[in-house]
C-alpha cells in the first residue's frame, strides 16, 4: 500500500515551498505522502515565502474566521456554564468556581469510562507544539475525573516526567528499564500525587542511548507493545508522549497504540512535515498495526489576537473534519509555567483558561471514547 505520486497539497498555510521526493522510512519502503482521503487533487503549494503569505493572511476575509472563533467561544462558554441567579457574576467567582469543576474535589463529576482500555500515542515529530503538555494535563484531567490513567513518557529529556512531577533522574527504574532490558510496565511505574489513580512511567536521559541499542534486539519495533500486552493493571488510559522525530522510539509508541492523537500548533509552519508523520502511521498500519488509527486532533497554543491562528484552525478542520476536537488550547502563559513548579495546569492554575480548555478537551476524547468499537485485530497477530 505504498505509493510515489507526487506531493501535491491542498492546503495554502505552512506546508513547504516544494513538493520533495518521496521519502524513504523506517521500514526501507517509499512512503506515501498526503493527507488522507486527498487524491493528490486540490492547489499546488504556495511559492512564496512567510512575508508575502503573511499578507495574505492579513487581508483575509473574515467570515469563515469568525465562524471559527464564534465555535470556540460557544464550546468554552458550554464548559463553564450560565452563572446562576448571576451568583457568580464576577470574575474571581467565575474562576473559583472554573477551578471546582476542573478539580473536582468532591469527586462526584465523572467522565464516561471507555469500553476498553485506550492507548493513545502522543505523536508529531516537530518539537515544541504541545505534545508533552497535552500528554500531562490531559491524563490529570481524565484522573481527576474518576479515570485510571498510566502515562508513558518515552522522551529522553522526560519532560513529560518534570509535569508529573516524578523523580527521572538518570539511574532511576523507567521506560529504558522496559524497552532494553525488559523489565516491566508495572515494577517502574511511579504514583503521580497530583490526581488519584494517575500513574507515570519516567523517562530518563538513558533514553536516549536506546535508538542505537534496540538496533540489535529482536522484534524491536514491538517492545512497548508487548509490555502494554502484559501490564494488566486495570487502567482506562493509557498515553504515550513520544519524542520529536520519527525514529524507533516513536515507531514503538505507534505499534503499541490503538489511537494517535496529533497536537497542532496554531503556527505558520504547523502543518509542515505533517504529511510524512501521516506517511509513517499509513505504513505502520500496513506492516506493524493494522489497529491504528489518527483518532484525534488538538489544536495548541492558539492566540486570539491573530488572524493566522484562527486560519490554521480552520485549514485544520477543512482537512481532518471530526477528528480535530471542538475546543481549542490557548497560548497561556500559566499554561507554560506549570512544569516549573512540577505540576500540571490543573493544579497549578485550575481556575486559568488553559486548565479549563485541557479539562474540556479530556471531557470531549472521553465522550468520544464511548462511540468508538474495539481496535481491529492487529495484522502482525
Ligand atoms: P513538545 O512536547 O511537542 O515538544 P511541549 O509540550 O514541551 O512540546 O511544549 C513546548 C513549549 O511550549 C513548552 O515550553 C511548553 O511549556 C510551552 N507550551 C505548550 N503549550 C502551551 C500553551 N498552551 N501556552 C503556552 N505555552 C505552551
Ligand atoms: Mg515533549
Same mark, same amino acid.
Given at each position: 500500500?505504498?505509493?510515489?505520486?507526487? #506531493?501535491?497539497?491542498?492546503?495554502?498555510i505552512g506546508w513547504? &515551498?516544494?513538493?520533495?521526493? &518521496?521519502?524513504? *522510512?523506517? &521500514?526501507?519502503?517509499?512512503?506515501?505522502?498526503?493527507?488522507?482521503? #486527498?487524491?493528490?487533487?486540490?492547489?499546488?503549494?504556495?511559492?512564496?515565502?512567510?512575508?508575502?503569505?503573511?499578507?495574505?493572511?492579513?487581508?483575509?476575509?473574515?467570515?469563515? =474566521? *469568525?465562524?471559527?472563533?464564534?465555535?470556540?467561544?460557544?464550546? =468554552?462558554?458550554?464548559?463553564?456554564? @450560565?452563572?446562576?441567579?448571576?451568583?457568580?457574576?464576577?470574575?474571581?467567582? %467565575?474562576?473559583?468556581?472554573?477551578?471546582?469543576?476542573?478539580? !473536582?474535589?468532591?469527586?462526584d463529576s465523572t467522565f464516561p469510562r471507555p469500553g476498553h482500555r485506550r492507548v493513545i500515542t502522543v505523536a508529531n515529530q516537530k518539537g515544541g507544539v504541545?505534545?508533552?503538555?497535552?500528554?500531562? !494535563?490531559?491524563?490529570?484531567?481524565?484522573?481527576?475525573?474518576?479515570? %485510571?490513567?498510566?502515562?508513558? *513518557?518515552?522522551?529522553?529529556?522526560? !519532560? &513529560?516526567?518534570?509535569?508529573?512531577?516524578v523523580e527521572h533522574s538518570s539511574g532511576t527504574p523507567s521506560i529504558y528499564e522496559v524497552l532494553v532490558d525488559g523489565a516491566s510496565l508495572a515494577e517502574?511505574?511511579?504514583?503521580?500525587?497530583?490526581?488519584?489513580?494517575?500513574?507515570?512511567?519516567?523517562?530518563?536521559? *538513558?533514553?536516549?542511548?536506546?535508538?542505537?541499542?534496540?538496533? @540489535?534486539?529482536?522484534?524491536?519495533?514491538?517492545?512497548?507493545?508487548k509490555a502494554i500486552e502484559a501490564y494488566d493493571h486495570e487502567v482506562d488510559y493509557i498515553l504515550v508522549d513520544c519524542p520529536p522525530s520519527l525514529g524507533l522510539l516513536t515507531v514503538n509508541a505507534l505499534v503499541a497504540g490503538d489511537e494517535v492523537l496529533i497536537p497542532i500548533q496554531c503556527e505558520y509552519y504547523a502543518l509542515e512535515g505533517l504529511g510524512q508523520l501521516l506517511s509513517n502511521i499509513d505504513l505502520i498500519q500496513s506492516h506493524l498495526?493494522?489497529?491504528?488509527?489518527? @483518532?484525534?486532533?488538538?489544536?495548541?497554543?492558539?492566540?486570539?489576537?491573530t488572524k493566522l491562528a484562527?486560519?490554521?484552525?480552520?485549514?485544520?478542520r477543512n482537512h481532518f473534519g471530526d477528528l480535530v476536537l471542538d475546543v481549542v488550547i490557548p497560548r497561556s502563559v500559566r499554561v507554560s509555567e506549570a512544569p516549573g513548579y512540577g505540576q500540571s495546569v490543573m493544579t497549578y492554575d485550575p481556575?486559568?483558561?488553559?486548565?479549563?480548555?485541557?479539562?474540556?478537551?479530556?471531557?470531549?476524547?472521553?465522550?468520544?471514547?464511548t462511540q468508538l468499537a474495539t481496535p481491529g485485530r492487529r495484522e502482525s497477530e
Open positions: 500500500m505504498t505509493s510515489t505520486t507526487p #506531493v501535491r497539497r491542498p492546503s495554502r513547504p &515551498a516544494e513538493a520533495g521526493p &518521496a521519502k524513504t *522510512d523506517i &521500514a526501507g519502503a517509499p512512503a506515501p505522502i498526503g493527507w488522507i482521503g #486527498v487524491d493528490g487533487v486540490g492547489e499546488s503549494p504556495p511559492a512564496a515565502g512567510p512575508s508575502s503569505e503573511d499578507e495574505r493572511v492579513t487581508h483575509e476575509p473574515t467570515a469563515t =474566521l *469568525d465562524a471559527s472563533r464564534t465555535r470556540i467561544k460557544s464550546v =468554552l462558554d458550554d464548559a463553564v456554564g @450560565s452563572p446562576r441567579d448571576g451568583e457568580l457574576d464576577t470574575p474571581i467567582m %467565575r474562576e473559583a468556581a472554573q477551578a471546582v469543576r476542573v478539580l !473536582n474535589p468532591t469527586r504541545g505534545k508533552t503538555t497535552s500528554t500531562v !494535563n490531559l491524563a490529570v484531567a481524565l484522573a481527576l475525573h474518576g479515570l %485510571r490513567v498510566l502515562v508513558i *513518557d518515552l522522551d529522553p529529556q522526560g !519532560n &513529560a516526567s518534570t509535569g508529573l512531577g517502574t511505574a511511579v504514583a503521580v500525587e497530583q490526581a488519584p489513580n494517575l500513574w507515570c512511567v519516567p523517562a530518563t536521559i *538513558d533514553l536516549a542511548g536506546a535508538e542505537i541499542e534496540l538496533v @540489535s534486539v529482536v522484534a524491536r519495533e514491538h517492545r512497548l507493545r498495526n493494522g489497529g491504528l488509527r489518527v @483518532s484525534t486532533i488538538l489544536l495548541t497554543m492558539y492566540d486570539g489576537r484562527d486560519q490554521v484552525a480552520q485549514e485544520v481556575g486559568s483558561r488553559g486548565a479549563l480548555t485541557y479539562f474540556e478537551a479530556a471531557r470531549e476524547i472521553a465522550v468520544r471514547g
